[in-house]
Structure formats: C-alpha cells, structure tokens
C-alpha cells in the first residue's frame, strides 16, 4: 500500500539511502534537509529517481516548517542531526539545537498531524562509558560527549511523547553505518570512507593506538530494512533498540581486508590513541530479532566491496584528499 514518508536529513548519507529505497519501493516521499552537512548532489540522486518526491530545503529548529510538512503523512524517519562529536565539543549549543531543539519540534509536529509512527536516528554514542564490549539496551546509558548526550535526550523525548501523548516511536541505536555516499572529505570523517579514499590514492592509512580497537560496522542497507521494519512491529514502540551486524572489526582487520580488495599492500601508519577513544564497540542484536524481525541483510565483507566499488567508481580522478 501507499504511504507518505517524511525523511528528515535526506541530504546526508543514511537519510539519502532510506529515501532511495522507498522510491523505489513506490512510496510517497517528503524531504527535508538544510544542507548542514548533507550533499545537493545527495538530492539531486533522489530526483532521478523520478518517483513521488517533494524537496524541502529547511530546518527541523523550525517547528511551523515541519507543522505543515507533516499534513497527511503517515511515517516520519527522522535522520536529520548534526552528527560529530567534535562539533559538540566546540559547540555544544549548536548539537543541541539540532539534535535536541530539532527532535522535539519534529515529535510535537508529528503529535499534531496524527503521524502513525516516528522512527528516531538514536546512537551508540549513548553507551559511552559503559563498561563490557557488548552493549545491550538494558546497559544504563553513559554518553561521555555533548554529541551522545544530545542523541540521547532525542530518545527520551521520543519514548515521553509515546506515554505521555500515545505517538508511536521508536528509537533505534545506529553503530558505526558506512556504505556509500558517506563524507570522505570532512575533518570529522568516519574512519571506512577516510581509509578507503586514502588508499585508493596509494597512502598509508593512519591508525589512532594499535589498532587493536574495533567496531560493529554496520553496512547502510542494514539500517535502511531497521528502519522499514520498524514502522510496521507493534512490539517496537516506545521502545530503544540496537541496530547493526553484531560483530567486531578491528582497525588492523578493516585494513586488512581493504588491501584484499584493493589488491594493495599499504601498511598502516600508527599513532597515539586519541583520548576518550572506546576501546570495543559491539551491539547484542538480540532485541532487533526479537522485537522487529530484523537480521542484518548484508554482512560486513559485502558491504566493504560494494562501498569500495563505489568510491572506486565515484571520486573525481586527482581529488585532492
Ligand atoms: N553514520 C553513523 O555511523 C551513525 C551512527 C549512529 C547514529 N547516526 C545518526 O544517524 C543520522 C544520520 O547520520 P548520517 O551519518 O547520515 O549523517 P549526515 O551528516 O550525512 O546526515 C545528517 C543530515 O541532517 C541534516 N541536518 C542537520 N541539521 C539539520 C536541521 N536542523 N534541519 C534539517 N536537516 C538537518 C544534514 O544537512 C545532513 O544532511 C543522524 O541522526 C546520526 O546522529 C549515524
């Protein structure tokens, strides 16, 4: 059946790949991003995928924009943030007005409007501090930067707005999503589209302690079906929820495994850790299967060739990285 989707953030990396797939899907899909750290070029993909799309170039800080963006629609996936953590450390207040400020307005709008369902961008960045490599929702949250702190009000706010006003949410808690489309070129870039550009130029990727330290990468698609399935589970509201692979990939096996792919043979360069580094990161699953029927749909070495494939095929030739 047909249904009006809102995409909050659809401009960026995981916003972009949840539009995509319910165009194609043949859903009605509203947009709306104002470009902070998204791509135009990001739009413009959805655009030629000539399905039911309209654009919103806006901010969620402005809650009458959403009021009336939210007439008639029935989903709204809320991807939009400003997702860095040293942004917030340099400037807490502006994390928190589109994080926090953002995801109230978009949860107040959504209650107006008779929205069926909010399904909320959450992060593991709310486990922080947590002792134990494997994070499982019943761990109390210990966010250690303004970034985790602000993604973390979003989940409160979502699950106070299903008790106190009946709006279904859910909140689900990314960890470490790549996959194409994701900023090589920022400052603040993840590590995969940092080492994959680098080494496709022939540099050494550079590695932060002894790369010893890993993480539950997380292949796009498998948050693109997270999030589908969530907006139908009856189980799911209210409720926080892990999404990724539930694996560990260490930084010396991620490179590894690019210079398989690459048929390269660079070695890392090693420096100091960085302070507040997490050593493990690694999601208990358990309650996605249980709650949403979610098993990951494209595993770690897959998704690390077609993300390979994709920058391969994508980057401008002599970019300057
Ligand atoms: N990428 C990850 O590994 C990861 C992990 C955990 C959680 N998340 C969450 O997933 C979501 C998407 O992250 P991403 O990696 O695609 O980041 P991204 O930066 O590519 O996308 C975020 C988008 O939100 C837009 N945006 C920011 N502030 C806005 C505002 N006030 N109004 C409208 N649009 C605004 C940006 O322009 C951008 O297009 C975020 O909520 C992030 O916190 C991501």
């Not at 659809?10 to 902070?36: K, P």
Request: aromatic share 8%; glycine share 8%.
């Amino acid at each position: 059946m047909t249904q009006t989707y809102v995409v909050t953030g659809a401009a960026g990396f995981i916003g972009s790949h949840i539009a995509e797939r319910l165009l194609r899907d043949g859903q009605r899909v509203r947009v709306i991003d104002n470009l902070l750290t998204g791509q135009r070029e990001n739009l413009d993909c959805l655009r030629s995928l000539n399905g039911d799309l309209s654009i919103t170039v806006g901010s969620i800080t402005e809650l009458e924009t959403l009021r009336s963006l939210f007439r008639g629609v029935d989903y709204v996936l809320h991807q939009a943030a400003l997702p860095s953590v040293p942004r917030s450390l340099a400037d807490p207040l502006e994390t928190h007005r589109h994080c926090v400020t953002g995801t109230l307005n978009v949860l107040i709008a959504a209650r107006d409007n008779d929205v069926k369902r909010v399904v909320y961008a959450a992060s593991s960045s709310a486990y922080g501090d947590q002792a134990g490599d494997l994070k499982d929702e019943r761990l109390l949250p210990m966010p250690i930067s303004p970034y985790g702190a602000a993604k973390l009000a979003g989940e409160y706010y979502a699950a106070a707005f299903t008790h106190s006003f009946g709006l279904e949410t859910v909140a689900l808690r990314y960890f470490n999503v790549f996959g194409p489309r994701q900023d090589p070129n920022s400052t603040y870039a993840a590590v995969i589209p940092k080492f994959i550009t680098q080494m496709l130029a022939d540099q050494r990727p550079t590695i932060y302690g002894d790369g010893l330290h890993s993480r539950d990468f997380t292949y796009v698609d498998n948050v693109v079906a997270g999030n589908l399935l969530a907006c139908a589970a009856p189980a799911a509201v209210g409720q926080t929820i892990n999404l990724a692979i539930g694996g560990r990939i260490t930084m010396n096996q991620l490179v590894a495994q690019l210079n398989a792919i690459l048929g390269t043979n660079l070695e890392p360069r090693y420096t100091a850790e960085r302070p507040g580094d997490i050593r493990h990161s690694q999601a208990d699953v358990t309650k996605a299967g249980q709650l949403l029927g979610y098993e990951p749909v494209v595993d770690f070495a897959e998704g690390l060739r077609r993300t390979v494939n994709w920058y391969r095929n994508s980057l401008p030739r002599g970019q300057d990285l």
